[in-house]
């Protein structure tokens, strides 16, 4: 009984640091508490007396979605509804919301198993993917609309200007594909050149062809990742972004 103390006052304390550097003051600290648990933790720690985040990361993506929506809509009144999903796609995306959270510090009051707490890879990529959207979930539940809205809008939205110059919410290897096909008459293919790091945290490196020429290398955590960074560094390399 004892321990379960602890680990709640423990947690809590860490979580008050968490408050205070974004500003927040819950009602119900428990909903914050909970953006934080992983499923994995509950395995391992049959005395702690709450739930896992997977609930309010449900809610959080759908609030999520509507701010990201809303605020794309009023920035962007000549976009079309194409281009303008294809641009909230690239705001919260799995890799965006994992950069958020890390630089949110996030990761720090996590609460996972052993063995989650050991994979720093792809994996946990999703993990604060996920618990941004429980952050934002818990937010909705214990302060309102408006206050997850102001959150989103501190901590994520400003990602858009970048996004949006840089033409990053573009599928870049389709959009590679059809400039390589209209300006020089071929499609391009991609070849893995190496595959680093453990079967949990492999890095691929991607070489990008058009016909016999080397356009350029991208490297990424699954073989889909390594196109992507090669494709986007070929429209760079080629002036066609």
Known sequence: MQATKNIKINTMNNLDKFEKKMGLSFNDPNYLRQAFTHRSYLNEHSEWKGNHNERLEFLGDAVLELVATHFL????????????????????????????????GMNEYLMLSRGEAKDTGRARQYILANTYEAVVGAIY???????????IELTLLPKTDNIVEESLWRDAKSYFQEKAQEMEGVTPNYEVVSEEGPDHDKTFTVALYIGKEKVAEGSGHSKQD????????????KSWN
């Open 141 to 151: 539940l214990d302060k309102g609309y408006d206050e997850a809205k102001s959150f």
């Open 226 to 237: 390594a196109e992507t960074s090669a494709a986007r560094a070929g429209l760079e390399g």
């Open 73 to 104: 809509y009023m920035q962007y009144p000549t976009r079309p509804e194409g281009e303008l999903t294809s641009i909230r796609a690239s705001i919260v995306n799995t890799t965006s919301l994992s950069e958020t959270a890390s630089a949110l």
